[in-house]
């Protein structure tokens, strides 16, 4: 049986796809970076692992369908889901025009559901979906479509945990906070541009600031391997969701 992670070919999704390998067989999804996530699929598969690269635009809900019948006919049923693929278009809310709110939320949030949608049926009845969310879920950002995107996902994991967890399928997420990525790097860039002064005063209590990408890969890892959390908002962020 395999797992599918989407957004496996860079950044956060490249570290939870090398990371579950260990133990599952993994579909490594991409929408545009073929090199990259056929560069995962060979790291794996040099550590003697098992993996294949899966092409789709999660926000085209009959590519998704595809990539999910591709995934299953590779592994068979699948163990988990990691809903990873996410995107960011920073704007000011007057400056946001509606295709850049519909492709942010198209990808990060309706991506996620017709991603779990069409796994649901190939899912083992004990088996994980993980939503990989953000601090800006919940503390929200000077970004309103990926804020809003983040939290519309943490309402779809409480809500998933609740219809499915008596069939005991579990339902969590993960919310870094700045994580060493191209697309926090993207973020950065966007507050320094609109010279916002908000996040000098979001700090984190431990000494490093941002997380890496295996932070949240091992919680991923460890999300799979405890068969007692539900509907939970992990967050790995240093402490910054507290004041």
């Given at each position: 049986?395999?797992?599918?992670?989407?957004?496996?070919?860079?950044?956060?999704?490249?570290?939870?796809?090398?990371?579950?390998?260990?133990?599952?067989?993994?579909?490594?999804?991409?929408?545009?970076?073929?090199?990259?996530?056929?560069?995962?699929?060979?790291?794996?598969?040099?550590?003697?692992?098992?993996?294949?690269?899966?092409?789709?635009?999660?926000?085209?809900?009959?590519?998704?369908?595809?990539m999910v019948e591709t995934t299953v006919e590779a592994f068979?049923?699948?163990?988990?889901?990691?809903?990873?693929?996410?995107?960011?278009?920073?704007?000011?809310?007057?400056?946001?025009?509606?295709?850049?709110?519909?492709?942010?939320?198209?990808?990060?949030?309706?991506?996620?559901?017709?991603?779990?949608?069409?796994?649901?049926?190939?899912?083992?009845?004990?088996?994980?979906?993980?939503?990989?969310?953000?601090?800006?879920?919940?503390?929200?950002?000077?970004?309103?479509?990926?804020?809003?995107?983040?939290?519309?996902?943490?309402?779809?994991?409480?809500?998933?945990?609740r219809e499915f967890g008596g069939e005991g399928l579990q339902?969590?997420?993960?919310?870094?906070?700045?994580?060493?990525?191209?697309?926090?790097?993207?973020?950065?860039?966007?507050?320094?541009?609109?010279?916002?002064?908000?996040?000098?005063?979001?700090?984190?209590?431990?000494?490093?600031?941002?997380?890496?990408?295996?932070?949240?890969?091992?919680?991923?890892?460890?999300?799979?391997?405890?068969?007692?959390?539900?509907?939970?908002?992990?967050?790995?962020?240093?402490?910054?969701?507290?004041?």
């Open positions: 049986m395999g797992i599918l992670v989407t957004g496996g070919s860079r950044g956060i999704g490249r570290a939870i796809a090398i990371e579950l390998a260990d133990d599952h067989d993994v579909a490594v999804g991409y929408r545009v970076s073929e090199s990259d996530a056929e560069d995962v699929v060979t790291e794996i598969e040099a550590d003697g692992g098992t993996a294949i690269a899966v092409q789709a635009d999660v926000a085209d809900s009959t590519e998704v369908q595809d068979g049923e699948l163990d988990a889901v990691i809903n990873n693929a996410g995107i960011t278009d920073p704007a000011r809310l007057q400056n946001l025009d509606d295709e850049q709110w519909d492709r942010v939320i198209g990808t990060n949030l309706t991506g996620a559901f017709y991603v779990t949608r069409s796994a649901i049926p190939h899912i083992v009845p004990d088996g994980d979906i993980v939503f990989i969310s953000s601090i800006g879920g919940t503390g929200g950002t000077v970004d309103a479509s990926y804020a809003a995107s983040k939290a519309g996902l943490h309402g779809l994991t409480r809500a998933l945990a339902v969590n997420a993960v919310a870094p906070g700045p994580a060493e990525t191209s697309m926090n790097d993207q973020i950065l860039t966007h507050l320094e541009e609109i010279d916002f002064r908000g996040h000098e005063n979001v700090d984190t209590h431990l000494p490093q600031y941002s997380c890496k990408p295996e932070d949240v890969a091992h919680t991923v890892r460890y999300l799979l391997e405890n068969e007692y959390i539900q509907g939970e908002i992990i967050n790995v962020n240093g402490g910054m969701q507290f004041r």
